[in-house]
C-alpha cells in the first residue's frame, strides 16, 4: 500500500466510530454513580452507615445466597419475568403501523418473531415503567392491584402483570412505534392497561405515558426504533449502556444537586437496572453480555434502604426515622432522600468487598445482593415481619 492510499482498517474503525457503533474507551467507561455514593456518604448528616452491621451483615447475606443458590437463574424462575425461548414465535413484539420514513421500516421483517427481540423490548418497557408503585393506604386490600393468570399482583410486580396482559390482549405495549402513535397510545389506553381489580389507579400515570413518548422519540432518532440497536451500540460494556441511557434518554436520567456540590449526584436506578434485567434476562450470554457487569451498583429505591436499616447497617436521624415512621413524603431531589439513596449504594458496595474479601472466589456483585435483598424485604411484607416503614417519595426515579 502506497503512502497516498487509505488505512482501509483504519478507515472503517473511524466508520464505526462516527456511526455510534465504536468506543475506544469502552474498557476505560465508568458510570461515575460508586464515587458519587461515597461522597454523598462522607459527607451525610442524616444517614450513616454502620461498620460493624454490614460486616455481620455481609457474613448472613452471603450464607443465605449460597443456601438458596442465589443466581442470575433466580431472576428467570419468576413467572412474570420474561425468557427469551418462550417468547419465540409468541408475538408479544408486534410492528406498529406509524408512519415514520424509510427509518421506521429499518427492522427486519422477521424480528417480529424472534425472542431475544421481544425480550429486550420487554426488559426495556418494564424498566422505563419502573417505578413508584407504593400505595398511601393502610388497608392491604384496597391498594392498587392487577389480575393476572388467576393471581393478584401489587408493587413491581403489578406493572410486569399488566405488561403481559397488555400483549394478551393484543395490545403492542412494548412497541416504540405504538408510542409514538399520538391517536393510538393515549392516557386513555393506559389506564386501561394499567387498570386495577380495586378502585386505586397506578400512580404517575401520565409521566408513565411521557416516559413512553419521549423513549420512543430517541429509538426512533438514534436507534432505529428497537432497544436491541442501544444495546449493541454499548459495545458489551455495562458501564457505556448507564451511560448511554443517561445521556439521550431524560427520563433516565437520574441525578441531583446535593449540598452545593459543583455537580449533581449520579444514581441512575433505573438505567442501571435495564442492564442488570438484561444480563438476567439472557444469562450473561448474548444481549446480556456485558464485560464489566460488577461496575453495576445496587439500585437505590426505597425498599433497599429499609431492609439495610432493619439489619442495623444504616442509621437514621433521629428527624429522619420519625418522618420516615409517621409516612411523611419526602420530596424527590431533597438532601435526606439523596443521603437515602446514596448511602445505601455505599452500604451495598461495602457488603460486597467484605464478601469477596472473606471468600475471594465468591460470585456475588452489587446485582445479585439488591435483587436478594429487594426479594427478602418483600418476604418480610408479605409475612408481616417488618421492622420499619419505607421512606415515602413520589418519583418517576423508583
Known amino acids: ?8 482498517e483504519l478507515l472503517a474503525l473511524l ?15 465508568e458510570t461515575g454513580v460508586l464515587e458519587d455514593a461515597q461522597w454523598v456518604c462522607d459527607n451525610s448528616i442524616d444517614v450513616a452507615i454502620q461498620m460493624r452491621e454490614c460486616k455481620d451483615a455481609a457474613a448472613v447475606l452471603y450464607s443465605k445466597m449460597k443456601e438458596k443458590g442465589y443466581s442470575t437463574a433466580s431472576w428467570g424462575a419468576h413467572e412474570l419475568h420474561p425468557d427469551p425461548d418462550a417468547m419465540f414465535n409468541r408475538r408479544s413484539f408486534r410492528r406498529h403501523g406509524v408512519e415514520r420514513g424509510d427509518e421506521a421500516e429499518d427492522m427486519d421483517m422477521d424480528e417480529e418473531e424472534d425472542g431475544d427481540a421481544a425480550a429486550v423490548a420487554f426488559v426495556f418497557t418494564m424498566d422505563l415503567l ?31 402483570a399488566a405488561l403481559w396482559r397488555a400483549l394478551d390482549e393484543g395490545i403492542p405495549i412494548t412497541d416504540s412505534h405504538f408510542w409514538q402513535d399520538e391517536d393510538a397510545c393515549t392516557l386513555e389506553v393506559l389506564k386501561h392497561v394499567f387498570r386495577s ?12 405515558l411521557a416516559c413512553l413518548r419521549e423513549a420512543g422519540q430517541v429509538l426512533y432518532e438514534k436507534y432505529r426504533c428497537h432497544p436491541i440497536h442501544l444495546v449493541e451500540a454499548a459495545n458489551g460494556s455495562a458501564a457505556r449502556l448507564v451511560n448511554l441511557l443517561a445521556e439521550d434518554f431524560a427520563c433516565f436520567r437520574d441525578e441531583h444537586p446535593f ?17 442488570a434485567d438484561l444480563w438476567a434476562c439472557f444469562n450473561g450470554q448474548g444481549y446480556g453480555a456485558f464485560r464489566d457487569i460488577d461496575k453495576i ?39 435526606w432522600e439523596v443521603q437515602l439513596r446514596a448511602c445505601s449504594i455505599w452500604c451495598v458496595e461495602l457488603i460486597r468487598r467484605e464478601i469477596r474479601r472473606a471468600h475471594p472466589d465468591a460470585k456475588v456483585n452489587a446485582i445479585l445482593l439488591d435483587f436478594f435483598l ?10 408481616g415481619k417488618e421492622t420499619v416503614p419505607h421512606h415515602r417519595t413520589r418519583s418517576i426515579w423508583y
Not at 417505578?131 to 406493572?159: L, V
Not at 449540598?259 to 442492564?275: D, Y
Not at 429487594?374 to 409475612?383: L, Q, R, S
Request: net charge neutral; aromatic share 10%; with cysteine.
Open 1 to 8: 500500500m502506497s503512502d497516498d492510499e487509505a488505512d482501509p
Open 15 to 29: 466508520r464505526q466510530h462516527l456511526m455510534g457503533k465504536l468506543n475506544l474507551n469502552d474498557q476505560d467507561s
Open 130 to 160: 419502573n417505578f413508584s408503585f407504593w400505595s398511601a393506604r393502610k388497608e392491604p386490600e384496597q391498594r392498587f392491584a392487577i389480575e393476572y393468570r388467576g393471581k393478584r399482583w401489587t408493587g413491581y410486580w403489578s406493572m410486569v
Open 197 to 208: 381489580c380495586t378502585d386505586e389507579e397506578m400512580p404517575l400515570l401520565a409521566e408513565r
Open 259 to 275: 449540598e452545593g456540590r459543583r455537580k449533581p449526584v449520579r444514581i441512575l436506578k433505573r438505567a442501571q437496572i435495564l442492564v
Open 297 to 335: 451498583t445496587m439500585f437505590a429505591d426505597y425498599r433497599v434502604p429499609q431492609i439495610l436499616n432493619s439489619m442495623g447497617c444504616l442509621y437514621y436521624s433521629p428527624t429522619l426515622i420519625s418522618a420516615i415512621r409517621e409516612g411523611r413524603e419526602i420530596p424527590s431531589g431533597s438532601s
Open 374 to 383: 429487594y426479594d427478602t424485604i418483600k418476604e418480610m411484607e408479605a409475612a
